[in-house]
């Protein structure tokens, strides 16, 4: 299995080894020449889609496992005074055509928004990675850590054909005003939402958002080291945007409640309690689920598969895929089966965020150290999603698909890498992004949408 896994990897590293030659030669002219298109390689699709093993980020698989052991690891921070917050003219990447298509909503409604390039834009980013602090974990906050390289900061996603409308606070605040947004998922989705947030008050410190977990049963419970989810409130124009971590997109219970030991049943065709309590209350919603599935997070957690209501132990649901696949399809079902009730309710399901590491895993020295943006290819023309799973699921429901896997497949070099401050020297986080990064670019696709 190791060796098989290996062969494939060491494939991997050979053929990004090569891509990147090719490309190290052209990066210099790669703006004049916006036909380099590399699609994606089906060996790379391989990695990004098979989840079974996964990168384990420390922190999280600590709270999992001893949800009631307080750890307060104060992370050493490293401040870096150069940073400036560069905001010249924007360059005119936006043609005149594009321009005076700006109000043209019959061209937003059949944008493909997975489709378009990476453009250089040094008028980003939209906060900075020192600031955000009451929302940006640090551990996310690339500018904190020894990392010296943020060209990753200064790429900006330009779909294909469609003018995609500017992410811009005060804008997204009124249209969502008196309004819920909330985000569901693993950490993938948290990063999304301290994303969002970040956005949303510009990384400043700003008085009138207001915590308002409580209202929606997040407070973090006692010796817990963190809340299940966080609820902020806009308070000017009453808009609410919240995350609830739900890293499988599942109901979870305990098997025997008068026995920890005992394990959790995990209902993969039950949706989560909260989503049920709390889905009258939200005007937008997005999911994801992913990495997760796999044998390490099962064990950790002493999840045992359940479906309709009794232990799954059959072969078929045997591999983590095809449980993901079930759950994945159970849930969509179950939302859209709610739409006829919320007419208002606008329900997104993000697909994967694509895993970069090279060479191994996260815990075997996998790696991800290109500091090169677009070292892959900087462009995506498949009208298909490489998240088939995602994708079938939401095919004929209401529905939509936030589809950020093949693009953010082309930024390997925004992930945390081998900067990592939670980690073990020599341990490299190929999931997780830096922030600012790629997942702001997820929160303007979904900006264009609601
Ligand atoms: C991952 O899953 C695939 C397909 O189920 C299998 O072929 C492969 O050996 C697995 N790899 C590991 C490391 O478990
Ligand atoms: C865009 O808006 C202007 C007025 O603001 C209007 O005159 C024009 O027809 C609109 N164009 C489109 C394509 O909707
Ligand atoms: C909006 O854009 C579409 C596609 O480019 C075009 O067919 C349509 O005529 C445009 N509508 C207006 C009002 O300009
Ligand atoms: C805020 O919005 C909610 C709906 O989301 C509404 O019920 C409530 O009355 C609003 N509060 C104020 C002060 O307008
Ligand atoms: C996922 O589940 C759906 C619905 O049960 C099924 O139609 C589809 O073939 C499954 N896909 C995979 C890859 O197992």
Redesign the pocket.
């Known amino acids: 299995m190791k060796a098989e896994t290996n062969r494939l990897r060491g494939k991997g590293v050979c053929l990004i080894s090569v891509v990147l030659i090719c490309t190290i030669i052209s990066i210099w002219s790669w703006e004049k020449t916006p036909a380099l298109n590399i699609s994606v390689p089906s060996q790379t699709k391989m990695q990004l889609l098979s989840e079974n093993i996964s990168f384990v980020s420390h922190e999280e698989a600590k709270t999992e496992a001893k949800r009631n052991e307080k750890k307060d690891k104060t992370a050493k921070q490293e401040h870096r005074p150069d940073f400036v917050d560069d905001s010249p003219q924007r360059s005119s990447l936006i043609s005149q055509k594009e321009d005076n298509n700006r109000n043209n909503t019959t061209d937003n409604k059949v944008c493909n928004y997975a489709k378009g390039k990476w453009v250089l834009d040094n008028r980003r980013s939209f906060y900075s990675g020192f600031g955000c602090k009451r929302y940006l974990s640090k551990m996310w906050a690339c500018r904190l850590t020894k990392r010296t390289d943020f060209a990753y900061e200064k790429l900006r996603w330009q779909p294909k054909d469609c003018q995609m409308e500017e992410f811009e606070r005060s804008k997204f605040l009124r249209r969502m005003q008196h309004k819920t947004l909330a985000l569901m998922g693993d950490s993938l989705g948290r990063q999304q939402f301290q994303s969002l947030m970040c956005m949303l008050t510009s990384g400043k410190k700003a008085d009138d958002v207001k915590d308002v977990g409580k209202e929606y049963g997040l407070a973090r419970a006692k010796g817990s080291p963190r809340p299940i989810g966080w609820a902020y409130r806009f308070l000017s124009t009453n808009t609410t945007i919240l995350f609830y971590w739900s890293a499988n997109l599942c109901d979870v219970e305990p098997i025997d409640g008068s026995n920890p030991r005992s394990g959790q049943a995990m209902h993969l065709d039950r949706p989560p309690v909260f989503l049920r309590q709390y889905l009258h209350k939200l005007d937008v919603l997005v999911l994801n689920t992913g990495h997760h599935w796999n044998r390490v997070k099962f064990k950790a957690n002493r999840w045992v598969l359940h479906v309709g209501g009794v232990p799954k132990t059959d072969k078929k649901l045997a591999t983590m ?2 449980a993901k ?2 759950t994945i ?1 159970s849930i969509v079902s179950w939302v859209n089966s709610q739409l006829p009730k919320y007419p208002g309710l606008k329900v997104f399901f993000r697909s994967i965020s694509p895993r970069h590491f090279v060479g191994g895993e996260w815990n075997t020295g996998g790696s991800c150290d290109n500091t090169t943006p677009m070292s892959v290819g900087k462009e995506i023309l498949s009208e298909e999603s490489t998240d088939q ?1 995602a994708a ?1 699921a939401v095919k004929g429901t209401g529905i939509k698909l936030l589809d950020i896997t093949a693009l953010s497949h082309l930024r390997d070099e925004g992930h945390i890498s081998r900067f990592s401050i939670s980690a073990k020297p020599g341990v490299h986080d190929c999931l997780h992004w830096c922030l600012p990064g790629i997942p702001d670019t997820w929160n303007e696709i979904l900006f264009a949408q609601i």
């Open positions: 895929e095809s696949n079930l399809h799973v079938h």
